[in-house]
Structures are given as C-alpha cells and as structure tokens.
C-alpha cells in the first residue's frame, strides 16, 4: 500500500491514478497522519454495451431514436446485415 499525501494527490493525481489502475491501495494521509484510503471500484470496462440486447425486437424497451434520419431499429436490422 503507497501513501501520499492531499497535496500530492492534487498535483500529482495521474500518478495515484496509474497506482490504483495497478491494484494498488493508497492511503492518503493529513498532516502526517492516516486520512484515508482509496480502492479502484471496479475494473474499467474495455468491451462496448451490446446495444442489440438493450433496444433489439426483444428488448423490454423499444427504443424510438433515429439515427441518419431512420428509425434506430432499422439501423439495427442495415448493422446486422452488413457484418
């Protein structure tokens, strides 16, 4: 676990962030003393939603937004067919 203090964390938070991205605890102290501790959450997604599953002839809610002007289920159904 690193520690660094609210100063650091302020002027240097792409470090803490490349820290905590590595899995790393960090612990931040005031005036020398423990103040507290940061976790990363969650992972940071790398894969895109699946936007066939979300708005697709299934879905629970129909989408009614257009995209270039068509209907975003006929662009869907052109996406499908062009893969």
């Given at each position: 676990m690193s520690t660094v203090s609210i100063r650091d964390l302020r002027t240097s938070f792409p470090k803490v962030k490349a820290m905590l991205?590595?899995?790393?605890?960090?612990?931040?102290?005031?005036?020398g003393k423990p103040f507290a501790r940061i976790v990363l959450g969650t992972p940071p997604?790398?894969?895109?939603?699946?936007?066939v599953a979300r708005f697709g002839p299934e879905a629970?809610?129909?989408a009614v937004a257009t995209v270039s002007g068509r209907p975003l289920?006929?662009?869907l159904k052109?996406?499908?067919?062009e893969r």
């Open positions: 991205n590595a899995g790393e605890e960090v612990l931040i102290s005031k005036r997604s790398e894969t895109k939603p699946d936007f629970k809610i129909q289920k006929d662009f052109w996406r499908e067919e």
